[in-house]
Nanobody, 121 residues
């Protein structure tokens, strides 16, 4: 079995910063793409940023220049550094990883449980 555990959410004032972490653990053979999504109340889940195993990155237009995604392959961990936060960044942030487990040897998506980010004064 594979688990993704997120941490780092919380309440921050507009203009502030937060750093999210997501660690994959369990029977891992290989971790491919890792990504962050978010879901605001009443809206669909949207992709925020994605990073490949060789560190190629892509961002939603709304976060370009403010958020930075990175990963540590040795730790199977992905990070999201969020700067200049705005109230519209509020939502539940989920990490997703494409993981091949040692049991199935086939890759599939795994999701974290989500962490709340609230940007408010």
């Amino acid at each position: 079995q594979v688990q993704l555990v997120e941490s780092g959410g919380g309440l921050v004032q507009p203009g502030g910063s937060l750093r999210l972490s997501c660690a994959a653990s369990g029977n891992i053979l290989f971790v491919s793409d890792m990504a962050w999504y978010r879901q605001a109340p009443g809206l669909e889940r949207e992709l925020v940023a994605i990073i490949s195993r060789n560190h190629n990155t892509n961002y939603a237009d709304s976060v370009k220049g403010r958020f930075t995604i990175s990963r540590d392959n040795a730790k199977n961990t992905v990070y999201l550094q969020m700067n200049s936060l705005k109230p519209e960044d509020t939502g539940v942030y989920y990490c997703k990883s494409v993981v091949a487990s040692t049991m199935t040897r086939s890759a599939r998506d795994y999701w974290g449980q989500g962490t709340q980010v609230t940007v408010s004064s």
